[in-house]
Protein backbone atom coordinates (compact mmCIF):
# COMPACT_ATOMS: atom_id res chain seq x y z
CA UNK A 1 0.00 0.00 0.00
CA UNK A 2 2.60 2.71 0.65
CA UNK A 3 4.66 1.60 -2.60
CA UNK A 4 1.23 2.58 -4.29
CA UNK A 5 1.48 5.35 -2.75
CA UNK A 6 4.58 6.77 -3.81
CA UNK A 7 4.61 5.88 -7.04
CA UNK A 8 1.31 7.95 -7.52
CA UNK A 9 3.31 10.83 -5.73
CA UNK A 10 6.10 10.36 -8.22
CA UNK A 11 3.83 10.16 -11.47
CA UNK A 12 1.65 13.34 -10.06
CA UNK A 13 4.99 15.28 -9.86
CA UNK A 14 6.35 14.25 -13.32
CA UNK A 15 2.41 14.93 -15.00
CA UNK A 16 3.20 18.47 -13.03
CA UNK A 17 6.57 18.74 -14.72
CA UNK A 18 5.10 17.73 -18.04
CA UNK A 19 2.16 20.14 -18.28
CA UNK A 20 4.44 23.05 -17.09
CA UNK A 21 6.93 22.32 -19.92
CA UNK A 22 4.38 21.65 -23.02
CA UNK A 23 1.88 23.68 -22.05
CA UNK A 24 2.69 26.58 -20.20
CA UNK A 25 3.05 29.93 -21.85
CA UNK A 26 6.65 31.51 -21.42
CA UNK A 27 8.99 33.66 -22.98
CA UNK A 28 12.50 33.77 -24.00
CA UNK A 29 14.84 36.19 -21.36
CA UNK A 30 18.30 36.63 -23.13
CA UNK A 31 21.51 38.12 -20.99
CA UNK A 32 22.83 41.28 -21.63
CA UNK A 33 25.80 39.96 -22.91
CA UNK A 34 24.52 38.68 -26.66
CA UNK A 35 28.08 36.22 -27.26
CA UNK A 36 27.44 34.38 -23.64
CA UNK A 37 23.65 34.86 -23.16
CA UNK A 38 21.83 32.15 -21.56
CA UNK A 39 17.90 31.20 -22.54
CA UNK A 40 15.64 30.93 -19.20
CA UNK A 41 12.10 30.13 -20.02
CA UNK A 42 9.85 31.74 -17.20
CA UNK A 43 6.35 30.87 -16.53
CA UNK A 44 3.22 33.31 -16.03
CA UNK A 45 3.91 32.86 -12.70
CA UNK A 46 7.14 34.98 -12.71
CA UNK A 47 5.87 37.47 -15.54
CA UNK A 48 1.84 37.29 -16.35
CA UNK A 49 0.59 38.69 -19.67
CA UNK A 50 0.42 42.64 -19.86
CA UNK A 51 -3.46 42.27 -19.58
CA UNK A 52 -3.67 40.49 -16.41
CA UNK A 53 -7.20 41.33 -15.27
CA UNK A 54 -9.83 40.77 -12.94
CA UNK A 55 -10.30 36.01 -12.58
CA UNK A 56 -6.69 36.34 -14.30
CA UNK A 57 -4.98 38.29 -11.93
CA UNK A 58 -7.14 37.23 -8.82
CA UNK A 59 -6.09 33.42 -9.71
CA UNK A 60 -2.21 34.62 -9.82
CA UNK A 61 -2.27 35.94 -6.69
CA UNK A 62 -3.99 33.17 -4.89
CA UNK A 63 -1.31 30.57 -6.49
CA UNK A 64 1.27 32.77 -4.89
CA UNK A 65 -0.04 31.92 -1.55
CA UNK A 66 1.29 28.22 -2.13
CA UNK A 67 4.80 28.70 -2.59
CA UNK A 68 7.22 27.00 -0.36
CA UNK A 69 9.74 29.82 1.98
CA UNK A 70 13.49 28.34 0.25
CA UNK A 71 17.01 29.99 0.92
CA UNK A 72 19.66 30.82 -1.81
CA UNK A 73 23.32 30.44 -0.42
CA UNK A 74 25.59 32.61 -3.12
CA UNK A 75 29.63 32.79 -1.83
CA UNK A 76 32.82 33.83 -3.02
CA UNK A 77 36.24 33.93 -1.65
CA UNK A 78 34.96 36.80 0.83
CA UNK A 79 31.58 36.28 2.01
CA UNK A 80 28.87 33.87 2.18
CA UNK A 81 25.61 35.67 2.24
CA UNK A 82 21.56 33.71 2.34
CA UNK A 83 18.72 35.19 0.47
CA UNK A 84 15.05 34.13 1.26
CA UNK A 85 12.54 33.95 -1.26
CA UNK A 86 10.28 35.68 0.76
CA UNK A 87 10.44 39.18 1.00
CA UNK A 88 13.26 38.32 -1.78
CA UNK A 89 15.27 39.36 0.63
CA UNK A 90 19.00 39.07 2.21
CA UNK A 91 18.82 37.03 5.48
CA UNK A 92 22.60 36.53 6.02
CA UNK A 93 26.11 38.16 5.10
CA UNK A 94 29.03 37.06 6.99
CA UNK A 95 32.58 37.83 5.90
CA UNK A 96 34.87 35.51 5.50
CA UNK A 97 38.01 36.76 6.39
CA UNK A 98 37.00 38.11 10.19
CA UNK A 99 35.56 36.54 12.95
CA UNK A 100 33.89 38.31 15.54
CA UNK A 101 35.92 40.10 18.13
CA UNK A 102 36.55 39.34 22.13
CA UNK A 103 34.45 42.41 23.90
CA UNK A 104 36.66 44.61 26.57
CA UNK A 105 35.68 46.59 28.82
CA UNK A 106 38.35 49.57 28.71
CA UNK A 107 37.09 51.55 31.32
CA UNK A 108 39.03 50.92 34.84
CA UNK A 109 36.81 52.51 36.82
CA UNK A 110 34.43 49.80 36.39
CA UNK A 111 34.55 46.75 38.66
CA UNK A 112 33.84 44.61 35.05
CA UNK A 113 36.97 45.83 33.78
CA UNK A 114 39.21 44.02 37.07
CA UNK A 115 36.76 40.86 36.91
CA UNK A 116 37.65 40.81 33.16
CA UNK A 117 41.91 41.00 34.09
CA UNK A 118 40.98 38.84 36.91
CA UNK A 119 39.34 36.17 34.82
CA UNK A 120 42.50 36.84 32.16
CA UNK A 121 44.84 35.58 34.67
CA UNK A 122 42.45 32.10 35.37
CA UNK A 123 42.66 31.62 31.72
CA UNK A 124 46.30 31.36 31.91
CA UNK A 125 46.40 28.40 33.88
CA UNK A 126 43.78 26.78 32.37
CA UNK A 127 43.66 24.35 29.03
CA UNK A 128 42.63 27.07 26.02
CA UNK A 129 39.98 26.52 23.66
CA UNK A 130 41.52 26.22 19.88
CA UNK A 131 38.41 27.74 18.48
CA UNK A 132 39.41 27.81 14.95
CA UNK A 133 37.26 27.76 12.15
CA UNK A 134 34.48 26.88 14.72
CA UNK A 135 34.97 30.74 15.79
CA UNK A 136 31.77 32.92 14.10
CA UNK A 137 32.44 34.91 11.42
CA UNK A 138 31.35 38.58 11.06
CA UNK A 139 27.79 38.82 10.29
CA UNK A 140 26.74 42.63 8.44
CA UNK A 141 23.17 41.43 8.33
CA UNK A 142 21.10 43.39 10.93
CA UNK A 143 18.70 41.76 13.30
CA UNK A 144 15.25 41.66 11.74
CA UNK A 145 13.10 44.30 12.84
CA UNK A 146 10.36 42.59 15.06
CA UNK A 147 11.97 39.49 13.38
CA UNK A 148 10.15 40.12 10.21
CA UNK A 149 11.53 42.79 7.97
CA UNK A 150 14.82 41.90 6.05
CA UNK A 151 18.18 43.87 6.51
CA UNK A 152 17.80 45.22 2.60
CA UNK A 153 14.43 46.24 1.56
CA UNK A 154 11.77 48.13 -0.23
CA UNK A 155 9.52 49.84 0.71
CA UNK A 156 6.75 52.64 0.09
CA UNK A 157 8.33 56.16 1.13
CA UNK A 158 4.94 56.99 2.72
CA UNK A 159 4.92 54.38 5.04
CA UNK A 160 8.75 55.31 6.12
CA UNK A 161 7.50 58.41 6.80
CA UNK A 162 4.73 57.85 8.59
CA UNK A 163 6.64 55.26 10.76
CA UNK A 164 3.97 52.24 10.14
CA UNK A 165 4.33 48.80 8.96
CA UNK A 166 3.62 48.00 5.45
CA UNK A 167 2.90 45.00 3.26
CA UNK A 168 5.10 46.62 -0.29
CA UNK A 169 6.22 43.57 -1.90
CA UNK A 170 6.18 41.31 0.85
CA UNK A 171 5.10 37.18 -0.05
CA UNK A 172 7.35 34.73 -1.70
CA UNK A 173 8.88 35.23 -4.49
CA UNK A 174 9.36 33.17 -7.59
CA UNK A 175 13.53 32.91 -8.13
CA UNK A 176 15.47 31.47 -11.15
CA UNK A 177 19.43 31.67 -10.83
CA UNK A 178 21.35 32.23 -13.45
CA UNK A 179 25.12 32.08 -14.57
CA UNK A 180 26.67 34.22 -17.31
CA UNK A 181 30.22 35.57 -18.15
CA UNK A 182 30.41 39.20 -19.63
CA UNK A 183 32.75 40.98 -22.33
CA UNK A 184 35.61 41.28 -19.78
CA UNK A 185 35.02 37.28 -19.45
CA UNK A 186 34.07 38.13 -15.54
CA UNK A 187 31.95 34.72 -14.29
CA UNK A 188 27.95 36.03 -12.85
CA UNK A 189 26.00 34.83 -11.07
CA UNK A 190 22.34 36.21 -10.42
CA UNK A 191 19.27 35.76 -8.52
CA UNK A 192 16.02 36.88 -10.32
CA UNK A 193 13.39 37.26 -7.94
CA UNK A 194 9.66 37.71 -9.41
CA UNK A 195 6.62 38.94 -6.95
CA UNK A 196 2.96 39.99 -7.94
CA UNK A 197 1.68 42.87 -5.42
CA UNK A 198 -1.74 42.88 -4.58
CA UNK A 199 -2.47 46.42 -6.87
CA UNK A 200 -1.36 44.42 -9.87
CA UNK A 201 2.84 45.68 -9.58
CA UNK A 202 4.91 42.98 -10.82
CA UNK A 203 7.91 43.25 -8.96
CA UNK A 204 11.42 41.64 -10.31
CA UNK A 205 15.01 41.93 -8.44
CA UNK A 206 18.00 40.96 -10.10
CA UNK A 207 20.74 40.32 -7.54
CA UNK A 208 24.31 40.05 -9.90
CA UNK A 209 27.54 38.58 -8.00
CA UNK A 210 30.60 38.29 -8.33
CA UNK A 211 33.66 35.78 -8.06
CA UNK A 212 35.64 38.82 -6.32
CA UNK A 213 35.13 41.59 -3.73
CA UNK A 214 32.03 42.76 -1.44
CA UNK A 215 30.05 44.77 -4.28
CA UNK A 216 26.63 43.11 -5.30
CA UNK A 217 24.63 45.06 -8.62
CA UNK A 218 20.78 45.46 -7.95
CA UNK A 219 18.07 45.77 -10.45
CA UNK A 220 14.58 46.33 -9.63
CA UNK A 221 12.04 46.36 -12.46
CA UNK A 222 8.28 46.97 -11.69
CA UNK A 223 5.35 46.42 -14.21
CA UNK A 224 2.04 47.46 -14.03
CA UNK A 225 -0.11 44.57 -15.11
CA UNK A 226 -3.12 45.92 -13.90
CA UNK A 227 -5.50 48.15 -15.85
CA UNK A 228 -5.41 51.07 -14.38
CA UNK A 229 -2.64 53.66 -13.82
CA UNK A 230 -0.13 53.37 -10.49
CA UNK A 231 1.89 54.85 -8.52
CA UNK A 232 5.93 54.02 -7.93
CA UNK A 233 6.92 55.37 -4.85
CA UNK A 234 9.67 53.38 -3.17
CA UNK A 235 13.05 53.33 -1.15
CA UNK A 236 15.74 50.82 -0.74
CA UNK A 237 16.56 50.26 2.79
CA UNK A 238 19.16 49.10 5.08
CA UNK A 239 18.70 48.66 8.39
CA UNK A 240 18.78 49.32 11.17
CA UNK A 241 22.41 49.39 11.50
CA UNK A 242 24.64 46.65 10.93
CA UNK A 243 25.34 43.73 12.75
CA UNK A 244 26.93 45.16 15.90
CA UNK A 245 30.22 43.14 16.60
CA UNK A 246 31.00 42.77 20.28
CA UNK A 247 33.60 45.20 20.43
CA UNK A 248 32.96 48.63 19.61
CA UNK A 249 35.63 50.34 21.75
CA UNK A 250 37.03 53.74 22.70
CA UNK A 251 33.59 55.67 21.32
CA UNK A 252 34.33 55.58 17.75
CA UNK A 253 31.75 56.82 15.12
CA UNK A 254 28.92 54.13 14.89
CA UNK A 255 26.27 55.62 12.62
CA UNK A 256 25.80 57.03 8.99
CA UNK A 257 27.79 58.67 6.70
CA UNK A 258 27.19 59.75 2.69
CA UNK A 259 28.37 61.59 0.26
CA UNK A 260 26.38 64.09 -1.59
CA UNK A 261 26.61 67.13 -3.25
CA UNK A 262 30.37 66.67 -3.51
CA UNK A 263 31.08 66.05 -0.21
CA UNK A 264 31.04 63.91 3.35
CA UNK A 265 28.66 64.20 6.22
CA UNK A 266 28.02 62.25 9.04
CA UNK A 267 25.14 61.53 11.30
CA UNK A 268 25.00 60.10 14.69
CA UNK A 269 21.93 58.01 15.21
CA UNK A 270 20.68 59.79 18.24
CA UNK A 271 20.63 63.02 16.38
CA UNK A 272 18.35 61.47 14.40
CA UNK A 273 14.52 62.69 15.64
CA UNK A 274 12.95 62.55 12.40
CA UNK A 275 13.35 61.59 9.23
CA UNK A 276 16.49 62.92 7.02
CA UNK A 277 15.73 63.39 3.64
CA UNK A 278 18.73 64.82 1.46
CA UNK A 279 18.38 65.65 -2.15
CA UNK A 280 20.49 65.69 -4.43
CA UNK A 281 23.54 63.90 -6.13
CA UNK A 282 24.23 60.86 -3.72
CA UNK A 283 26.80 59.16 -4.91
CA UNK A 284 26.63 56.63 -1.64
CA UNK A 285 24.99 56.78 1.55
CA UNK A 286 26.78 54.13 4.25
CA UNK A 287 26.17 52.54 7.85
CA UNK A 288 28.58 51.92 9.42
CA UNK A 289 31.01 50.98 12.59
CA UNK A 290 34.72 50.99 13.12
CA UNK A 291 35.56 48.70 10.85
CA UNK A 292 32.78 47.82 8.33
CA UNK A 293 30.25 49.15 6.55
CA UNK A 294 27.00 48.61 4.49
CA UNK A 295 26.31 51.19 1.54
CA UNK A 296 23.67 51.73 -1.12
CA UNK A 297 25.11 53.40 -3.91
CA UNK A 298 22.29 55.18 -6.38
CA UNK A 299 23.02 54.34 -10.45
CA UNK A 300 20.99 57.62 -10.96
CA UNK A 301 22.41 61.48 -10.68
CA UNK A 302 19.14 62.36 -9.00
CA UNK A 303 18.10 60.88 -5.97
CA UNK A 304 17.52 61.27 -2.38
CA UNK A 305 18.95 59.64 0.73
CA UNK A 306 16.75 58.77 3.53
CA UNK A 307 18.17 58.01 7.10
CA UNK A 308 15.17 56.90 9.84
CA UNK A 309 13.97 55.10 12.89
CA UNK A 310 12.50 52.10 12.47
CA UNK A 311 11.05 51.92 15.66
CA UNK A 312 11.87 53.49 19.92
CA UNK A 313 13.85 49.78 20.48
CA UNK A 314 16.34 50.59 18.19
CA UNK A 315 16.90 54.11 19.53
CA UNK A 316 20.69 53.60 19.05
CA UNK A 317 20.39 52.35 15.46
CA UNK A 318 19.15 53.90 12.05
CA UNK A 319 17.81 52.97 8.75
CA UNK A 320 19.41 53.85 5.44
CA UNK A 321 17.60 54.43 2.17
CA UNK A 322 17.56 55.89 -1.10
CA UNK A 323 14.81 56.36 -2.98
CA UNK A 324 14.41 58.10 -6.62
CA UNK A 325 11.38 60.52 -7.59
CA UNK A 326 7.81 59.09 -7.17
CA UNK A 327 6.28 58.14 -11.31
CA UNK A 328 2.68 57.14 -12.40
CA UNK A 329 3.15 54.13 -14.85
CA UNK A 330 0.22 53.13 -17.17
CA UNK A 331 -1.09 49.64 -17.96
CA UNK A 332 1.35 47.60 -19.20
CA UNK A 333 4.48 50.09 -18.69
CA UNK A 334 7.36 48.91 -16.87
CA UNK A 335 9.96 50.90 -14.70
CA UNK A 336 14.18 50.26 -13.97
CA UNK A 337 16.09 51.14 -11.32
CA UNK A 338 19.75 50.04 -10.96
CA UNK A 339 22.02 49.54 -7.73
CA UNK A 340 25.12 48.80 -6.22
CA UNK A 341 25.45 47.61 -2.67
CA UNK A 342 28.56 46.99 -0.79
CA UNK A 343 28.91 45.42 2.58
CA UNK A 344 32.20 44.33 3.84
CA UNK A 345 35.29 46.16 5.68
CA UNK A 346 36.95 49.82 5.91
CA UNK A 347 39.64 48.29 3.88
CA UNK A 348 41.36 50.80 1.18
CA UNK A 349 41.98 48.23 -1.57
CA UNK A 350 38.38 47.28 -1.30
CA UNK A 351 36.23 50.54 -1.17
CA UNK A 352 38.81 52.48 -3.84
CA UNK A 353 37.23 51.09 -6.66
CA UNK A 354 33.19 51.12 -5.89
CA UNK A 355 32.46 54.19 -6.75
CA UNK A 356 33.62 57.73 -6.78
CA UNK A 357 34.61 59.28 -3.02
CA UNK A 358 33.65 55.64 -1.49
CA UNK A 359 36.92 55.63 -0.06
CA UNK A 360 36.41 58.47 2.14
CA UNK A 361 34.55 56.58 4.45
CA UNK A 362 37.70 55.68 6.17
CA UNK A 363 37.87 58.30 8.51
CA UNK A 364 41.64 59.30 10.15
CA UNK A 365 40.48 62.08 12.21
CA UNK A 366 42.53 65.62 12.57
CA UNK A 367 45.92 63.55 11.68
CA UNK A 368 45.01 61.80 8.84
CA UNK A 369 47.92 63.56 6.67
CA UNK A 370 50.36 61.19 9.33
CA UNK A 371 47.73 57.93 10.13
CA UNK A 372 47.85 57.47 6.41
CA UNK A 373 51.46 57.02 5.68
CA UNK A 374 52.15 55.23 9.10
CA UNK A 375 49.82 52.66 8.03
CA UNK A 376 51.20 52.68 4.49
CA UNK A 377 54.44 51.78 6.19
CA UNK A 378 53.19 49.43 8.23
CA UNK A 379 51.47 47.58 5.59
CA UNK A 380 54.89 47.55 3.46
CA UNK A 381 56.59 46.03 6.47
CA UNK A 382 53.89 43.46 7.16
CA UNK A 383 54.37 42.38 3.23
CA UNK A 384 58.20 40.89 3.99
CA UNK A 385 57.73 40.76 8.00
CA UNK A 386 54.05 39.10 8.97
CA UNK A 387 53.90 40.54 12.17
CA UNK A 388 52.37 43.60 12.77
CA UNK A 389 54.19 43.29 16.23
CA UNK A 390 57.16 43.71 14.67
CA UNK A 391 56.09 46.12 12.21
CA UNK A 392 54.85 48.61 14.80
CA UNK A 393 58.27 48.15 16.55
CA UNK A 394 60.26 49.17 13.57
CA UNK A 395 57.91 52.28 13.34
CA UNK A 396 58.93 53.53 16.54
CA UNK A 397 62.82 52.72 15.86
CA UNK A 398 62.06 55.23 12.44
CA UNK A 399 60.32 57.99 14.28
CA UNK A 400 62.55 58.05 17.43
CA UNK A 401 65.77 58.18 14.73
CA UNK A 402 64.02 61.29 13.30
CA UNK A 403 63.39 63.12 16.34
CA UNK A 404 66.94 62.06 18.19
CA UNK A 405 68.40 65.80 17.41
CA UNK A 406 65.55 67.29 18.55
CA UNK A 407 64.93 64.68 22.03
CA UNK A 408 69.14 65.21 22.48
CA UNK A 409 68.77 69.31 22.34
CA UNK A 410 65.84 69.48 24.52
CA UNK A 411 67.66 67.17 27.18
CA UNK A 412 70.80 69.99 26.60
CA UNK A 413 68.27 72.94 27.64
CA UNK A 414 67.07 70.81 30.15
CA UNK A 415 70.58 70.10 31.74
CA UNK A 416 71.17 74.27 31.57
CA UNK A 417 67.70 74.74 33.08
CA UNK A 418 68.83 72.63 36.21
CA UNK A 419 72.26 74.78 36.26
CA UNK A 420 70.50 78.12 36.75
CA UNK A 421 67.87 76.56 39.11
CA UNK A 422 69.76 78.55 42.38
CA UNK A 423 69.49 81.24 40.57
CA UNK A 424 66.05 81.36 40.09
CA UNK A 425 64.75 80.76 43.26
CA UNK A 426 66.71 83.37 44.36
CA UNK A 427 64.94 85.84 42.26
CA UNK A 428 61.88 84.41 43.43
CA UNK A 429 62.43 84.94 46.40
CA UNK A 430 63.41 88.35 45.83
CA UNK A 431 60.51 89.56 44.13
CA UNK A 432 57.99 87.32 44.96
CA UNK A 433 56.04 90.76 46.51
CA UNK A 434 56.60 91.85 42.91
CA UNK A 435 56.10 89.17 40.11
CA UNK A 436 55.80 91.60 37.21
CA UNK A 437 59.65 92.28 38.06
CA UNK A 438 60.64 88.77 38.80
CA UNK A 439 59.27 87.72 35.37
CA UNK A 440 61.21 90.28 33.98
CA UNK A 441 64.55 89.36 35.82
CA UNK A 442 63.81 85.43 35.31
CA UNK A 443 63.88 86.15 31.72
CA UNK A 444 66.63 88.04 31.52
CA UNK A 445 68.46 85.31 33.58
CA UNK A 446 67.17 82.86 30.36
CA UNK A 447 69.01 85.44 27.86
CA UNK A 448 72.35 85.78 29.80
CA UNK A 449 72.46 82.06 29.72
CA UNK A 450 71.21 81.15 26.58
CA UNK A 451 68.78 78.91 27.73
CA UNK A 452 65.35 78.52 26.05
CA UNK A 453 62.64 77.82 28.41
CA UNK A 454 60.62 75.27 26.28
CA UNK A 455 63.41 73.60 24.78
CA UNK A 456 62.39 70.74 26.86
CA UNK A 457 58.67 70.26 26.43
CA UNK A 458 59.25 70.83 22.32
CA UNK A 459 60.49 67.41 21.36
CA UNK A 460 57.42 66.05 23.51
CA UNK A 461 54.91 68.22 22.22
CA UNK A 462 56.46 67.68 18.18
CA UNK A 463 55.61 63.61 19.42
CA UNK A 464 51.87 64.36 20.01
CA UNK A 465 50.65 64.86 16.77
CA UNK A 466 52.55 61.59 16.15
CA UNK A 467 51.50 60.12 18.94
CA UNK A 468 47.49 60.65 17.94
CA UNK A 469 47.75 59.80 14.30
CA UNK A 470 49.26 56.46 15.17
CA UNK A 471 46.30 56.15 17.63
CA UNK A 472 43.65 56.74 14.97
CA UNK A 473 45.77 54.25 13.01
CA UNK A 474 45.82 51.58 15.45
CA UNK A 475 42.00 51.97 15.78
CA UNK A 476 40.60 52.19 12.46
CA UNK A 477 42.71 50.39 10.59
CA UNK A 478 41.37 47.08 10.13
CA UNK A 479 44.58 45.39 9.13
CA UNK A 480 45.33 45.55 12.97
CA UNK A 481 41.97 44.46 14.03
CA UNK A 482 42.66 40.85 15.33
CA UNK A 483 46.38 40.96 14.44
CA UNK A 484 48.50 38.90 16.91
CA UNK A 485 51.52 40.16 18.01
CA UNK A 486 53.43 37.34 20.71
CA UNK A 487 52.79 35.43 24.03
CA UNK A 488 49.67 36.69 25.36
CA UNK A 489 49.30 39.36 22.90
CA UNK A 490 46.41 38.14 20.11
CA UNK A 491 44.93 41.08 18.72
CA UNK A 492 46.80 44.50 18.43
CA UNK A 493 43.81 46.61 18.16
CA UNK A 494 42.59 45.52 22.04
CA UNK A 495 43.39 46.49 24.95
CA UNK A 496 46.28 44.24 26.84
CA UNK A 497 43.95 41.69 28.87
CA UNK A 498 46.79 41.18 31.44
CA UNK A 499 47.24 45.15 31.80
CA UNK A 500 51.43 43.80 31.46
CA UNK A 501 52.40 46.33 28.68
CA UNK A 502 50.71 49.56 30.57
CA UNK A 503 52.14 49.08 33.83
CA UNK A 504 55.74 48.55 31.95
CA UNK A 505 54.94 51.66 30.03
CA UNK A 506 53.93 53.62 33.61
CA UNK A 507 57.33 52.42 34.81
CA UNK A 508 59.52 53.30 32.18
CA UNK A 509 57.94 56.60 32.36
CA UNK A 510 58.86 57.13 35.49
CA UNK A 511 62.37 56.01 35.25
CA UNK A 512 62.88 58.71 32.25
CA UNK A 513 61.59 61.11 34.60
CA UNK A 514 63.82 60.10 37.26
CA UNK A 515 66.45 60.66 34.52
CA UNK A 516 65.57 63.83 33.18
CA UNK A 517 67.10 66.80 34.42
CA UNK A 518 64.39 69.96 35.50
CA UNK A 519 64.30 73.62 36.06
CA UNK A 520 61.05 73.27 38.12
CA UNK A 521 60.45 74.09 41.84
CA UNK A 522 60.22 70.81 44.33
CA UNK A 523 56.11 71.73 44.50
CA UNK A 524 55.74 71.09 40.54
CA UNK A 525 58.61 68.74 40.26
CA UNK A 526 56.49 66.55 42.90
CA UNK A 527 53.01 66.84 40.94
CA UNK A 528 55.17 66.09 37.89
CA UNK A 529 55.76 62.21 39.79
CA UNK A 530 52.14 62.14 39.10
CA UNK A 531 52.44 62.02 35.68
CA UNK A 532 53.50 58.10 35.33
CA UNK A 533 50.13 57.07 37.50
CA UNK A 534 47.88 58.87 35.69
CA UNK A 535 49.30 58.31 32.19
CA UNK A 536 48.88 54.63 33.05
CA UNK A 537 45.47 54.46 34.24
CA UNK A 538 44.57 55.73 31.07
CA UNK A 539 46.48 53.59 28.77
CA UNK A 540 45.02 50.50 31.06
CA UNK A 541 42.43 50.10 28.32
CA UNK A 542 44.29 51.31 25.36
CA UNK A 543 45.71 49.37 22.40
CA UNK A 544 48.13 46.80 23.09
CA UNK A 545 50.05 47.97 19.67
CA UNK A 546 49.69 51.80 20.94
CA UNK A 547 51.08 50.84 24.15
CA UNK A 548 54.07 48.93 22.39
CA UNK A 549 54.42 52.06 20.22
CA UNK A 550 54.76 54.25 23.88
CA UNK A 551 56.66 51.53 26.07
CA UNK A 552 59.67 51.14 23.53
CA UNK A 553 59.58 55.11 22.47
CA UNK A 554 60.16 55.40 26.66
CA UNK A 555 62.77 53.06 26.43
CA UNK A 556 64.46 54.24 23.63
CA UNK A 557 64.30 57.35 25.04
CA UNK A 558 66.34 56.34 28.52
CA UNK A 559 69.03 54.89 26.54
CA UNK A 560 69.63 57.96 24.87
CA UNK A 561 69.60 59.56 28.20
CA UNK A 562 72.07 57.14 29.80
CA UNK A 563 74.57 57.39 26.92
CA UNK A 564 74.13 61.18 27.15
CA UNK A 565 75.04 61.38 30.82
CA UNK A 566 78.05 59.19 30.13
CA UNK A 567 78.71 61.52 27.50
CA UNK A 568 78.51 64.57 29.72
CA UNK A 569 80.55 62.43 32.85
CA UNK A 570 83.43 61.45 30.41
CA UNK A 571 83.57 64.76 29.03
CA UNK A 572 83.24 66.87 32.92
CA UNK A 573 86.71 63.68 33.53
CA UNK A 574 88.55 64.58 30.60
CA UNK A 575 88.30 68.61 31.63
CA UNK A 576 89.23 67.82 35.75
Not at 489 to 517: E, H, R, Y
Request: proline fraction near 5%; charge should be neutral; aromatic fraction near 12%.
Amino acid sequence: MEDRALLAIILSILIIVLYQYLFAPRRVIKQETPEKNEEIAMTDMENPPEMAHGSNLKGILESQKDRIEKEFTIENEHYKAIFSNKGGCLKSWKLKEYKEETHYETWPLKKSFWRQTANAYIALFRRKDDKGEDASLVEMAPEPVHGAKPPLDIKLSTEIDAGGEDAFAEGIYEVTERKYSDDQNNNIRSLVMSFLDDRGIMIEKEFRFFEKGYSIELDIRMKNVSGTKQGIDYALTWGPGIRREKAERHHRFVGTALWADGKKTRIKPKKVKETIRRKGFIEWIAYENTYFAASIIPQKTESEALIYKETAEHDELVTIGVRYPARIIGPGEEVQDSYAVYIGPKRDEDVKGVTAHFAEIIDYGWFSFLARPSIWFLKKSYSFLPNYGFAIIILTLIIKIVFWPLTEKGFGSMREMQKIQPKMAALREKHKSDPTRMNKEVMELYKSHGVNPLGGCLPLVLQIPVFFALYEALLVSIEIRGAPFMLWINDLSAMDPLLITPVLMGISMFIQQKMTPTGMDPKQAQMMYWMPVIFTVFFLGFPSGLVIYWLLNNVLTIAQQYMMQRRTEKAAESKA
